[in-house]
């Protein structure tokens, strides 16, 4: 068969398969106007906008708003995103909230999109090929099923592993502080960074940050700053933890048995031994994935972070491919039928994935 044919029919069988499940996560937006957390991030915007800043973590005045715009036996979330992001978020504070909630919907099918044809420059992979990863990829559909956010941030991270390609580390780190809107999903990239020595990146990172943090102190103070980051450790909000049965992170493996440092602090040496011995992207993408498994709360859907680091990190070696292969295709989604708690196979197989490609940099490194 012509290598057109095969791109032709990878690109059929990936849009059957994401416009089957998109398509009914749109019917089922349209028809009940389940705003799943879009709530958080409308009720968000809507409060800065007609409350005004200060009550941007008020409760009270969340749940009044969100009750209005989404009346029906939805849970009422408090927004626990920056404050910076409020103000980004402001677009779709003018719309109607059933519309603003189609309207977030395709704005993160594009940001998908996107996503795959920046991921085939990344990756050397050919654009249909990454769309079908994509389409099998069970954190996509976990994100539109939930309403979540992590389709824009997944076009942050992909533009800048594909600005970190084109030799332009600042402008990467820049694109890179965008996923600062859920910084504790990147908590190893500094350490990766600073392993790396890739001090232009880093700076574009801190610079991007740097902003964000002076638009959030601008909007709601040192009080309204301090007040976000003393309701995120004292996770005193209602709501704010739902279902703490589905992280997917080694704390949820490890629970009480003691191995919770000991994992933590084994991801953290793998993520800077990767620093140290893999190229720029290769050691980004181990960075991201030790993040992700040792993240303080990460659901299913924040593993679509993962899928450019698996896309570039399997084929350096068996030890990368297997629990990469194993994330990527649709198998932990089908043991969470049978039990639940398998969920922490994803933090797993991230591990694995991670320790894989810093034994490929050993070798790699043995025979220079």
Same mark, same amino acid.
């Given at each position: 068969m012509r290598p057109r044919s095969v791109a032709a029919l990878t690109w059929v069988a990936a849009g059957l398969l994401a416009g089957f499940w998109l398509g009914a996560i749109f019917g089922a937006a349209a028809r009940t106007g389940d705003p799943g957390d879009f709530s958080a991030f409308y009720g968000g915007a809507r409060v800065l906008r007609t409350v005004g800043p200060r009550a941007l973590y008020d409760f009270p005045a969340m749940e009044r708003i969100t009750r209005a715009s989404f009346p029906g036996p939805y849970a009422v979330l408090p927004f626990i995103?920056?404050?910076?992001?409020?103000?980004?978020?402001?677009?779709?504070?003018?719309?109607?909230?059933?519309?603003?909630?189609?309207?977030?919907?395709?704005?993160?099918?594009?940001?998908?999109?996107?996503?795959?044809?920046?991921?085939?420059?990344?990756?050397?992979?050919?654009?249909p090929v990454v769309a079908w990863h994509a389409a099998i990829f069970f954190p996509a559909l976990a994100a539109f099923f939930n309403r979540q956010d992590v389709p824009l941030l997944l076009l942050a991270a992909t533009l800048a592993y594909r600005l970190l390609n084109r030799g332009r580390p600042f402008a990467a780190g820049l694109a890179l502080a965008a996923c600062t809107v859920k910084f504790h999903?990147?908590?190893?990239?500094?350490l990766v960074l600073? =392993?790396?020595?890739?001090?232009?990146?880093l700076a574009g990172l801190a610079a991007g940050a740097g902003v964000a943090l002076a638009l959030s102190l601008l909007l709601v103070g040192p009080s309204g700053c301090w007040g976000y980051v003393r309701m995120l450790f004292e996770r005193t909000a209602p709501n704010i933890e739902n279902y703490p049965e589905r992280q997917a992170n080694l704390s949820s493996v490890a629970r009480d048995s003691g191995l919770e440092i000991p994992l933590v602090l084994l991801t953290a040496a793998a993520a800077a031994a990767a620093g140290r011995r893999l190229q720029a992207r290769e050691a980004l993408a181990a960075g991201w994935l030790g993040s992700l498994a040792i993240a303080p709360h990460a659901v299913i859907s924040d593993y679509l972070l993962a899928l450019p680091a698996l896309l570039l990190l399997a084929p350096l070696g068996r030890a990368c491919f297997v629990p990469g292969v194993l994330l990527l295709f649709p198998v =932990?989604?089908?043991?969470? =039928?049978?039990?639940?708690?398998?969920?922490?196979?994803?933090?797993?197989?991230?591990?694995?994935?991670?320790?894989?490609? =810093?034994?490929?940099?050993?070798?790699?490194?043995?025979?220079?």
């Open positions: 995103r920056p404050p910076f992001y409020a103000l980004l978020l402001q677009p779709l504070a003018v719309l109607p909230p059933h519309a603003a909630l189609l309207a977030w919907l395709v704005l993160n099918a594009a940001a998908l999109l996107g996503s795959v044809f920046l991921l085939a420059g990344v990756t050397g992979r050919e654009a999903l990147g908590l190893l990239l500094p600073v =392993v790396q020595r890739s001090w232009r990146l =932990v989604p089908l043991l969470l =039928v049978w039990d639940e708690r398998l969920i922490g196979l994803a933090p797993l197989l991230a591990l694995a994935c991670l320790l894989g490609a =810093v034994i490929h940099g050993s070798s790699r490194r043995s025979e220079v």
